[in-house]
């Protein structure tokens, strides 16, 4: 459970079931891997479709992967500040 307020779902799975956040982060890390290496969606990897599926997709990764952001901000502050100082990773995911 996130919080008490929320409870996020895995979609990493036939059926979306509540994970722990190490969990959900390394599904959607490797959900979006997947994803991105298909070639059922990218099959040319300059040219990619300009289609509603398309942006459904990057739409759906994005926030999933600002979620873990999230949590790692919120609830392990000083690792987050730590590795975000020496590798830009937040603001670089922004940035994009």
């Not at 990773?89 to 940035?95: G, H, N, P, S």
Request: a negative charge; one cysteine or more.
């Amino acid at each position: 459970k996130a919080t008490d307020e929320w409870l996020f779902l895995c979609a990493c799975h036939k059926t979306p079931q509540e994970c722990s956040a190490m969990d959900y982060s390394l599904h959607t890390m490797d959900g979006a891997a997947t994803v991105l290496n298909s070639q059922r969606y990218f099959a040319d990897r300059v040219n990619i479709p300009q289609e509603k599926e398309t942006f459904q997709l990057f739409s759906n990764m994005l926030r999933r992967l600002y979620r873990i952001f999230a949590h790692a901000y919120y609830h392990h502050r000083e690792e987050f500040d730590a590795f975000e100082a020496e590798r830009f990773l937040c603001e670089r995911f922004v940035r994009f």
